[in-house]
């Protein structure tokens, strides 16, 4: 009895099940990321392409995507294992599905064609079929052999075609409508013709394609090649066929500079009020009630702080600055609309008590001789703290913008109210004069997550960039943590001794 009074005096009991709760939360973490990894990278995937015929004679083309097993009761209360699977089948404008789910006891044989081509469109997603002829600069291509590199060549001199195009509808010259008129027209004539799975032949605009591929055809560094550059195209593409397909880099930028322009805004608010708190305001019941009140900040509801940005940073400072400077524009907002600054804002705004708690702590952590050593030398109160307190208290001011990252990067709810969009029509930072538009709305990952997972018209299709983008969210939160870790990290190597 007393040996069991002793064990857990020495707290051993409590080291275990801290042990085991460090454990359990590892494995946790580890199992979430490893679910987003394996779903977020296996679409990039060039996988095979089956040709299925059913009993009924019925043929569909495509990927396997899943498997299951259905249990059926009979009358009997025996049970009936009905294996199933499930295929993207693509060519959503002739079947009006992506995906179809076949018992496995309809098929009566599986076989990969050689020239199965997965075609990647600008809208209706994919496209599954074998190409039978390709028409461009006057000529028609019909043999076998030729047909997928004379494809590729189209697909090529098409896209050169639109480019062109594009360059001269941007160019506003009106002398230039014929040629436009003109590039159309060829651009309309770069045909391909493509037989599905069920033996009907449909004719399409090479310009409708983004690209296309054989998988059954490749090898395995032939597949990788293709994976990397799936992968590159996420990150660097534009998102098309309502954010379902194509990439995210408005969004990673968007994310991005979000982020940057808050943490610009929220340390040093949160620095000085730190500062103030610790090294003049007098200490006492009114000092202790705005301490008390700046850790209840901390934990409102991000979504508050939506509508709070909404009215304040919007309606009265955006509608004022319309009012005085942007009169001309009026009714049409330029201020008083949602925009990346009011966002930025309002999530610096969100993130502040969590800066000027650990900054509080950081210049606590600095000692007392210090600060009274550089006062007796003859150092004013300011260059004290300039000298002295705000270096040495620089890890605990760059933790707090850790925190801050980690929160601000994920919030979805204050930037639907003030300026996040689905689809952002330009950038806030691009090329024409004053380069930084604050007024401009923005394209966020996690409001691309929520946009594809919950209001995609097809949800079987958007799951996958669902799975990317989150990966891809974590990453670059990851990446800024870890950038502030080690720039935290260099300062405390710096000042670890505390001495000036």
């Known amino acids: 009895m007393n040996s069991l009074k002793e064990y857990f005096r020495k707290g051993d009991p409590y080291v275990l099940l801290s042990s085991l709760g ?12 490893g679910i987003i990894l394996v779903k977020g990278l296996s679409i990039f995937w060039p996988s095979d392409v089956e040709l299925v015929q059913l009993k009924d004679g019925t043929k569909y083309l495509g990927e396997l995507w899943s498997s299951e097993e259905n249990k059926i009761t009979n009358p009997d209360h025996s049970i009936n294992v009905v294996p199933k699977v499930q295929y993207k089948t693509g060519n959503r404008d002739i079947y009006g599905f992506d995906f179809k789910w076949i018992d496995k006891s309809e098929i009566v044989s ?19 079929g074998f190409i039978k002829k390709v028409a461009f600069k006057g000529k028609e291509y019909t043999k076998n052999n030729e047909l997928f590199d004379k494809a590729t ?27 436009i008129e003109k590039l ?45 550059l799936n992968i590159w195209t996420f990150i660097s593409g534009e998102p098309r066929e309502s954010n379902t397909e194509g990439g995210v880099f408005p969004a990673i930028f968007g994310t991005v500079m979000m982020v940057i322009l808050m943490s610009v805004l929220v340390v040093p608010f949160g620095v ?6 610790n090294e003049y305001a007098k200490q006492g019941l009114l000092t202790r009630i705005i301490r008390l009140s700046v850790n209840n900040l901390a934990g409102v509801p991000s979504i508050v702080y939506g509508i709070f940005g909404l009215g304040f940073f919007i309606y009265m400072i955006g509608g004022s600055i319309d009012t005085f400077f942007f009169s001309e524009k009026l009714p049409e907002p330029t201020y008083g609309t949602g925009g990346i600054l009011w966002a930025s804002l309002t999530l610096a705004l969100l993130t502040l008590p969590v800066v000027v708690v650990a900054t509080e702590e950081g210049i606590l952590a600095v000692p007392k001789a210090n600060k009274e050593g550089a006062l007796a030398l003859g150092a004013t109160k300011w260059q004290m703290i300039r000298k002295i307190v705000l270096p040495n208290a620089a890890p605990g001011i760059l933790t707090g913008l850790i925190l801050a990252i980690s929160r601000g990067a994920g919030e979805v709810a204050p930037l639907m109210i003030t300026g996040v969009v689905k689809l952002a029509p330009a950038m806030p930072l ?34 996958p960039m669902v799975y990317s983008t989150a990966l891809l969210l974590i990453i670059i939160v990851v990446f800024l943590n ?14 670890k001794s505390a001495s000036f």
């Open 22 to 33: 460090l454990i359990l939360s590892l494995v946790m973490v580890v199992f979430f990321v």
């Open 110 to 128: 599986i076989s990969n064609p050689a020239d199965a081509t997965v075609f990647e469109r600008k809208e209706y997603g994919n496209f599954y």
């Open 153 to 179: 060549e189209a697909l090529d001199y098409s896209e050169n075609l639109v480019e062109k195009q594009a360059d001269l509808m941007k160019s506003g010259n009106p002398d230039a409508e014929d040629k």
């Open 184 to 228: 159309n027209a060829e651009i309309s004539s770069i045909q391909i013709l493509i037989e599905s799975a069920d033996g009907s032949l449909n004719t399409f605009s090479l310009s409708k394609f983004v690209g296309f591929y054989q998988p059954n055809q490749m090898n395995l560094f032939e597949k990788s090649i293709h994976y990397l």
């Open 272 to 277: 000085l009020a730190a500062v103030y708190l």
């Open 430 to 463: 691009d090329t024409i004069f004053p380069f930084f538009h604050p007024d401009r709305k923005f394209m966020h990952l996690g409001f691309h997550i929520y946009d594809v997972g919950f209001q995609s018209p097809n949800v079987e299709a958007a799951v």
């Open 482 to 495: 870890l950038l502030a870790i080690f720039l935290r990290n260099k300062m405390r190597k710096k000042y």
